[in-house]
């Protein structure tokens, strides 16, 4: 346990903060590449997602590709494009992109679809235009598993980047791939606590934006039920469901 | 792709996949396995599911590399030891499980829990006599997805020099030889596929009612949508 100590002091030394290419220069850069391809994989994934969970077309499809994509090991991917496009950022962002589509696909299409019928179709009733619908009443009700599907997201991403270092890329995981090459164990057990750490920062921030953006109904229906949420009926009065059922 | 290089190395092929078999089996069976317990115990209290479930979601968190770190560290074994491997893939594998365990647990119908004791079952006949096969599918499901991501994620273990498949890749980067990363995703690939195809036999045969259930189940779903759409 001590190594841990050690661990902490090295982070915390100020040497480690200001030489060359420094703790604050590897986050930064684990960071900046993480939020951008996030932020691809989010303008590719999101439209897609919401038109399928919309239509209900192509969800065989989905559902085939994110069990694709668990199953690719993200070493292999990463040395297979690096060996074809070279050292490089832009190897290492197509695999983050091709690696984040999935889950952000798949929590876009279980969001939208998990939004009730019967909500879609009062909406419909009340004159709504397809496209009012999704953004006034399928996007703000899925809200909470669309960030939930960009938790997922952001923390593929986040690992892989660490697993990146060792091929030639900065991030925090340099620490981690230097350690091991030095047999320094204290700069490994560094690294590993600065991925984490970021991690959990990172997951920890969604999770509470995650929460803050439950609709109020839906927040209201969901506090006097038992077992998991579920947030398709939530919206419905509580007569008419039961009336319903029977 | 070298076929020549795969034909004079297959012996190496072969006993990678057997390593990496060595060390994704165990942690899917102990996440399982573990799981059970904690999933039921999720299942029956909300403080232990709100906990239970928050530690799974925590270790989840921890990426790859940095957990196959932390491992060693915090259990006391030397970094470079294979079996770290093993631990932390068991972590994820719990971490994932136990979310699973407790909607099966959840899913099994309180009138069919009811009507056990109300016929006498004992807390433990009602457990292995109704609960645990009840939940099959639902642990079933879970233990799938567990099963592709634990034979996934163990490539990673090559990075601390613990050879399985993922060695390909490794190697693959240093040599600048492409047929060996390929070979590694495609073995990797199919040994995931045979996983899911031996638990999804498994599991068929441990619930012989469920064939003819789906397809009465199936009719009441699809009608769902036309009687909202009537009201």
New interface residues.
Partial sequence: ?N??GDALAWIFDPAHWSAGPDISGHLLEHLGVSGLCVLIAVAIALPIGVAIGHTGRGRGAAILIS?IA???????????L???FGIGLLPITVVLVVLAIPPMLAGAYAGIESVD??TI?AARALGMTEWQIIFRVEIPLALPLLIGGLRATA?QV??TL??AS??AFGGL?IY??N??AQHD?VQ??A???L??VL??VV?GVLAAAQRVVVPRGVALGRSDRN??PQRARATRPRALQEG?QS | MNWVWIGSNLGLIGGRILEHLALTAPPIVIGLVLSIPLGYAASRSKVARSILLSVGGILYTIPSIALLVLVPVVVGSAILDPLNLVRALTVYAVAIMVRSAADAFASVPKDVIASATAIGYSRWQRFFGVELPLAVPVLLAGIRVVSVSTVSIASVGALTGIDQLGSFFTDAFQRSFLTEAIVGIVAILVLAAVYDVILSRVGRALTPWNRRQREVMASPRVSSAPIGGSL
């Avoid at chain 1, 668990?70 to 297979?80: E, F, V």
């Fill in positions: 346990m190594l841990f069990n668990r199953a690719l090991p993200t070493l292999g991917l990463l040395s297979i690096i060996l074809l019928r019967q179709d923390l986040i690992a660490g697993i060792a091929f995981g981690v791939i350690g091991l164990f490994l057990l690294g590993a606590v991925i984490t991690a959990l997951d077992g998991p319903m």
